[in-house]
């Protein structure tokens, strides 16, 4: 194909082949390369005569309906909080907290035969967790139970699980908390004459302690509770087996004594766990209880209530999103739930920032899967925004286009299915990854529905 | 050797093509942003240095396709594959704003040589019209006092490929007819990031169409004069269109029968005179608009006119009359076009010059010209563009019909 023709024409040499093969090999690439640095305008130029064709509306008049529920229990269970103490108003009413757990087995190797006991205490850390009104005397017993801490067959423990204790504590405290106070700090409850009587088993080699089985059959285990109806806070402390202990102190005689101390710890398992119990009594939820479980926000002077262990959830529905249906063509770009607490209802409770909310149904059944999560499968959480000066535009947002859009998917919205808006929850089946939703806390929230009311904002294209 | 070349060619045709197809997009204007688009005209190569003019000339260095009976001035010994690029600088500007953009790309591929003494042929594929925009605007979301930014976009247009063919009815009289399949997709997408939707409106054009030349030549004492006229029927597009509108959820598509895109009635006239090198023309042209609806209420039409001028002068002294000859050409334009926008009419003006010139000892020229224009108008918000193209135009001329003296 290459050139070979040398032609003669009008006094000038040409090779017409040269030309095509130029253009084949340089000419055709060039252009197609200078067709792709063509570019396009980002301008606003032209917006005065262009037609759209869609319309971009928000509708927040849903009517949005409020309830308070009681769940049927929670698990309080392994959540290495403890919490022991009362508190009550007549907001949310009154709520007593026991913290069970029982002692890791141990031989005290090494222990020498001398060993002189001296004292003994149990020592509960603080968790800088608390609830309620920590300037008061506090008092606090620590009870032997006499039967031991059994599981229910799902492996847990739950807010109202209980066990029986001894008539007499084997010690007390009355004192004033501080949990704020540095990470050592701790509620030390002596147990001077159980530990005596312990120590020298364990020392003795009593068959009584010698095997893990004798052990826990004869220590069954012990609860922190609130002595008196005095109690004006709950108080957390740190339920694991680095921190919560029975400490033993003795002495080895010699010319100079040499002093020591050896440890029982927490029995780190689903043995410890909190029991919670409520009085609504006094309190707009006084009808709340095992048979009945919602109350409409009428009832409940327009106010709706979300608490942690207590088993407090607030539920929504939607009523009238149906109405959209009236429209032929739209999509819902974008839905978000806004909700307001009951102004300077966090003079005494900081508001909690985590809320969580679930799918739920007519029976106000929740699991693992109803639990809303964002697109990276996490759990969906609000924006918060607090108003600290003004406290007018404190609200919670949260984004729940896809629950909403996967409602309407099938053209029809189900009015019975609706959210609950928890607190840290647990589930009576939890999967790892919803570890997290054992409920630890009383946090609390009370939200308002009027001025404004709980909207469902909706974001939808019409064309 | 010949049968290879010409088979070269071919496939360099029907390579491009498709090429041509991806890449049609050879508007970027805000007014295009209405029916066809902006309407590219039939005015190539050299004929866009004289501000469009040719329906009188003849197809003799060049393929004129604004009148199908200039086919029959092909000289009867030479193939023509004429190939188009153009780089467009435009700069926008409203009485509150002013941008500047510039694009390049491809235009046209055509052919043309003659079959027998009386009959000559052409094809290939250029642009019909075409569509390119790409607004931002904001808008409010209705039922609150909350902005949100909008994005619409357009782009595709509709592509000519093209058969004509002139017949010398007499010696002074050529009748020429292209029918041209038009095709392509209209594309207008409007959408919002931050919403996460979009909605894109694809409307899928066919059909065919023919236009009629008349060509008509005489000389008197050495000058020739001829006068040219075009015609061509009113037509509507087959319109498909297939609407998608898609959000972070959802996706729907709708699909039917487009409104009308037609075509209107179009005719021209034009005169040219020639004498040895030189030549000049001028054209008239005019499509009934008027009675065609975009049902755009900013929008009203009337019947579109152009008018233009152009002369040709050939380089003086030693050159002149040799394949080495170098052509200067000037013209100017002005057209009325169908869009009345807000009660402004929006008109374009240009002037352009250019040059042909001959490679090297080839029978080929490169045709280049400048075209310095405006169209639009700053009255009732809307806005001007002031635009500087250069068209580049490659002719390639064979003598497939020659018999070589030497191999």
């Known amino acids: ?463 | 050797m010949k049968k290879f070349i010409k088979i070269k060619a071919l496939i360099a045709t029907l390579v491009l093509l498709p090429g041509l197809n991806a890449v049609a997009q050879t508007t970027s204007s805000p007014y295009s942003v209405f029916g066809l688009g902006y309407l590219e005209g039939n005015s190539l190569g050299p004929l866009k240095a004289m501000g469009g003019t040719g329906i009188a000339f003849p197809s003799d260095r060049s393929v004129n396709l604004l009148n199908p009976a200039s086919y029959s001035g092909i000289d009867s010994l030479i193939s023509i594959f004429e190939l188009g690029l153009f780089g467009k600088y435009t700069n926008f500007r409203s009485n509150t704003e002013n941008q500047s953009l510039v694009n390049a790309n491809m235009k046209y591929v055509v052919m043309g040589f003659r079959i027998t003494p009386w009959l000559s042929t052409s094809f290939g594929f250029a642009p019909y019209s075409s569509i390119g925009y790409n607004i931002n605007t904001t808008e409010f979301i209705e039922g609150s006092n909350q902005l949100y930014p909008k994005k619409f976009e357009g782009e595709g247009g509709v592509n000519q490929v093209f058969l004509g063919a002139a017949v010398k009815l007499i010696p002074n009289l050529s009748l020429g007819v292209n029918a041209s399949y038009l095709f392509g997709n209209i594309t207008h997408t409007e959408s919002s990031q931050i919403y996460y939707y979009s909605l894109q409106d694809v409307t899928y054009l066919s059909n065919i169409t023919f236009n009629y030349g008349l060509n008509y030549r005489f000389s008197l004492k050495n000058t020739y004069y001829s006068l040219g006229l075009i015609y061509s029927s009113p037509k509507t597009l087959n319109a498909e269109f297939e609407t998608t509108v898609k959000t972070s959820y959802n996706s729907a598509t709708f699909k039917g029968r487009a409104g009308d895109y037609r075509i209107p009635r179009h005719f021209g006239a034009g005169i040219a005179v020639q004498r040895e090198f030189f030549r000049a023309g001028a054209d008239f042209e005019r499509s009934l608009w008027k009675n065609v609806d975009f049902a755009n209420p900013i929008l009203r039409t009337r019947n579109s006119n152009r008018y233009s001028f152009g002369v040709e002068i050939p380089s003086l002294g030693a050159r002149r009359g040799t394949g080495g000859m170098i052509f200067y050409r000037l013209g100017a334009e002005f057209r009325e076009s169908y869009m009345v926008i807000d009660n402004q009419p929006i008109n374009y003006k240009a002037i352009s010059f250019g040059a042909g010139l001959p490679l090297k000892g080839f029978l080929s020229i490169i045709n280049v010209s400048l075209e310095l224009g405006q169209e639009g108008t700053l009255k009732s918000g809307l806005f001007r563009e002031n635009f500087c193209t250069l068209h580049l135009d490659m002719s390639l001329r064979n003598l497939w019909f020659r018999k070589k003296l030497y191999q």
Request: hydrophobic share 40%; charged share 20%.
């Open chain 1, 1 to 463: 194909m290459r050139v070979t023709g040398e032609v003669k024409f009008q006094g000038e040499i040409f090779s017409f082949t040269r030309i095509y093969s130029l253009f084949f090999y340089i000419f055709l690439p060039g252009i197609l390369l200078l067709a792709s640095c063509t570019k396009v305008n980002e301008f606003t130029i032209g917006e005065n005569f262009i037609e759209s064709r869609t319309r971009l509306q928000i509708i927040d008049t849903f009517r949005v309906d409020l309830s308070t529920v009681l769940l049927d229990s929670v698990i309080t269970s392994g959540t290495r909080t403890g919490l022991a103490g009362e508190y009550g108003d007549d907001i949310f009413g009154s709520v007593e907290c026991n913290s069970f757990f029982d002692l890791a087995f141990s031989t005290f190797d090494g222990l020498d035969q001398g060993a002189v006991y001296d004292s003994a205490a149990f020592i509960f850390p603080y968790s800088g967790y608390f609830y309620g009104d920590t300037t008061s005397l506090m008092s606090l017993d620590l009870y032997q139970l006499t039967e031991q801490i059994v599981p229910n067959t799902d492996g847990k423990l739950y807010n109202t699980s209980s066990f029986d204790h001894a008539a007499f504590p084997l010690g007390s405290l009355q004192f004033y908390p501080a949990p704020g106070s540095p990470a050592d700090s701790a509620i030390i409850i002596p147990v001077n004459s159980f530990g005596e009587e312990l120590f020298t088993l364990i020392r003795n080699k009593d068959e009584r302690v010698s095997t893990q089985e004798a052990f826990e059959d004869f220590l069954k285990g012990f609860v922190l509770s609130s002595t008196s109806d005095d109690n004006n806070a709950v108080i957390g402390f740190i339920a694991d087996k680095d921190h919560t202990l029975l400490r033993f102190y003795y002495h080895i005689d010699k010319e100079i004594p040499e002093y020591n101390s050896v440890t029982l710890t927490i029995n780190e398992t689903n043995h410890q766990f909190n029991s919670v119990r409520t009085d609504f009594s006094n309190t707009p939820l006084k009808d709340l209880g095992p048979d009945q479980r919602l109350l409409k926000e009428n009832e409940t002077n327009g106010m709706v209530f979300v608490q942690g262990m207590t088993e407090l959830m607030a539920k929504v529905q939607f009523p009238t999103i149906q109405d959209l249906f009236m429209a032929p063509r739209w999509e819902i770009l974008k839905a978000q739930l806004v909700f307001e607490p009951v102004r300077n209802s966090d003079e005494m409770f900081k508001l909690p920032q985590k809320l969580y909310l679930f799918g739920t149904d007519r029976e106000n059944r929740i699991n693992p899967n109803s639990l809303l999560r964002d697109s990276e499968g996490l759990a969906l959480l609000p924006e918060f925004v607090y108003d600290e000066i003004f406290h007018t535009d404190t609200r919670y947002t949260f984004e729940i286009t896809p629950f909403i859009n996967g409602e309407l998917a099938d053209r029809y919205f189900d009015y019975e299915h609706g959210l609950l808006i928890g607190l840290e929850q647990s589930t009576s089946s939890v999967s790892a990854n919803l570890a997290n939703f054992i409920s630890s806390s009383l946090d609390r929230l009370l939200i308002e529905d009027r001025n404004p009311h709980v909207k469902l904002r909706i974001y939808y294209l019409t064309y």
